[in-house]
């Protein structure tokens, strides 16, 4: 039998997650975490290149292991991983530092983006590309399940997997992204020209996963649209932001065309409602879900330790491979005739 491939995602336990992340990334996760061997990390060592708050850091970690659960991560097939819990994805971080460039770290829009008008950016920061090509190549994935605003991180990861292997040998698999065909850029609902994201401001214009079905229907009721009065689907009109948005959340959720979808709306109030309504029949039932599982603490963390016990035997394999590869002297003692 043919080896099955390994996909691997993450995301950071911070802030409380949309369904930018849903649509962009879980959805995809669950739909095919069968099909591969799937590792899911929480990468709480990428939470530290913002300001952050401790508590709040382990709390949400823990969190969002019961949410990733209670939206259908199966920890009997998947590994969940904490990131920190494997010493390898820092240890080649730094090798992958190493092998990046000061330039190609420079070209990263988030990184733009994050440090904009900000007077104490961190060095990590700056490297964190560095740290999320270290946790792909260490499990030797093949397919990256993201939104489309890591797709730029996931080039890169190619670029210095492949630079890492002519230097030193075959060390690292070159792994591919897998961006959804829709809603693989969720917009910010009040503010239709940016990206939903959970480190947004006043989150008016966010869905959250754990949001009553209440602040669904408000918070869609209120989402931003324009003065066309018709439900139109267009592409790369800034004007048409946000009715484009409503549209791609529901085919995305219905399995549809947006254009297909645009041509059973004549009013904006009918589209919003059907949208809200395809939302929570999604998000309803993950959220009774999370309740039973956040609350089973320590079911929560033996699921982790396992995650951890599966993720380590393949990290620490990549791991001794390219310390290797770079000439590092084993810390095994040395015998004459070795
Ligand atoms: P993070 O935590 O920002 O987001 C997790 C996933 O959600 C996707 N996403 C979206 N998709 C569509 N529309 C949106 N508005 C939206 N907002 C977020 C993201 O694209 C992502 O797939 N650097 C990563 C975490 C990471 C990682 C990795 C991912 C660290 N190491 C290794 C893949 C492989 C991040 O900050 O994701």
């Known amino acids: 039998m043919?080896?099955?491939?390994?996909?691997?995602?993450?995301v950071q336990p911070t802030g409380q997650a949309t369904l930018g992340n849903f649509l962009g990334a879980f959805r995809q996760w669950r739909a095919q975490q069968e099909e591969y061997?799937?590792?899911?990390?929480?990468?709480?060592?990428?939470?530290?290149?913002?300001?952050?708050?401790?508590?709040?850091?382990?709390?949400?970690?823990?969190?969002?292991?019961?949410?990733?659960?209670a939206i259908g991560i199966d920890p009997m097939h998947s590994t969940v991983v904490v990131q920190s819990?494997?010493?390898?994805?820092?240890?080649?971080?730094?090798?992958?530092?190493?092998?990046?460039?000061?330039?190609?770290?420079?070209?990263?829009?988030?990184?733009?983006?994050?440090?904009?008008?900000?007077?104490?950016?961190?060095?990590?920061?700056?490297?964190?590309?560095?740290?999320?090509?270290?946790?792909?190549?260490?499990?030797?994935?093949?397919?990256?399940?993201?939104?489309?605003?890591?797709?730029?991180?996931?080039?890169?990861?190619?670029?210095?997997a492949t630079r890492f292997n002519h230097a030193y040998g075959q060390v690292f698999t070159i792994p591919r992204a897998a961006i959804p065909p829709l809603a693989a850029r969720v917009m910010d609902l009040s503010h239709p020209e940016a990206k939903m994201s959970k480190s947004s401001a006043d989150g008016q214009g966010n869905i959250y996963l754990l949001d009553t079905d209440d602040q669904i229907?408000?918070?869609?009721?209120?989402?931003?649209?324009?003065?066309?009065?018709?439900?139109?689907?267009?592409?790369?009109?800034?004007?048409?932001?946000?009715?484009?948005n409503l549209l791609e959340i529901l085919a995305a959720l219905t399995d549809r065309e947006p254009k297909d979808v645009a041509a059973d709306f004549q009013r904006y109030g009918d589209l919003k409602e059907a949208t809200a309504t395809a939302v929570i029949e999604q998000l309803s039932p993950i959220r009774?879900?999370?309740?039973?599982?956040?609350?089973?603490?320590?079911?929560?963390?033996?699921?982790?330790?396992?995650?951890?016990?599966r993720a380590s035997?393949?990290?620490?394999?990549?791991?001794?491979?390219?310390?290797?590869?770079?000439?590092?002297?084993?810390?095994k003692e040395v015998k004459n005739g070795d």
């Open 85 to 160: 819990h494997v010493a390898g994805h820092a240890q080649l971080a730094w090798l992958m530092e190493c092998t990046a460039t000061y330039g190609e770290l420079s070209r990263m829009i988030q990184f733009k983006d994050k440090s904009r008008g900000s007077a104490m950016v961190r060095a990590g920061l700056f490297t964190y590309p560095a740290l999320m090509a270290a946790d792909i190549l260490l499990y030797q994935t093949d397919l990256v399940p993201v939104g489309e605003d890591q797709s730029q991180h996931i080039e890169l990861t190619r670029t210095v």
């Open 2 to 10: 043919a080896k099955r491939e390994r996909m691997l995602s993450g």
């Open 217 to 244: 229907r408000r918070k869609i009721a209120k989402a931003k649209t324009d003065l066309f009065n018709e439900v139109l689907y267009v592409e790369d009109d800034p004007e048409r932001a946000g009715v484009r």
């Open 313 to 331: 035997e393949v990290a620490s394999h990549t791991l001794a491979r390219a310390y290797e590869a770079v000439g590092f002297l084993p810390s």
């Open 37 to 69: 061997e799937s590792t899911f990390l929480i990468v709480d060592e990428h939470a530290l290149t913002v300001e952050h708050n401790p508590v709040a850091l382990r709390e949400g970690t823990l969190q969002m292991a019961a949410l990733l659960f």
């Open 288 to 309: 009774e879900r999370y309740r039973d599982y956040v609350a089973d603490r320590t079911q929560l963390s033996s699921w982790l330790a396992m995650g951890r016990e």
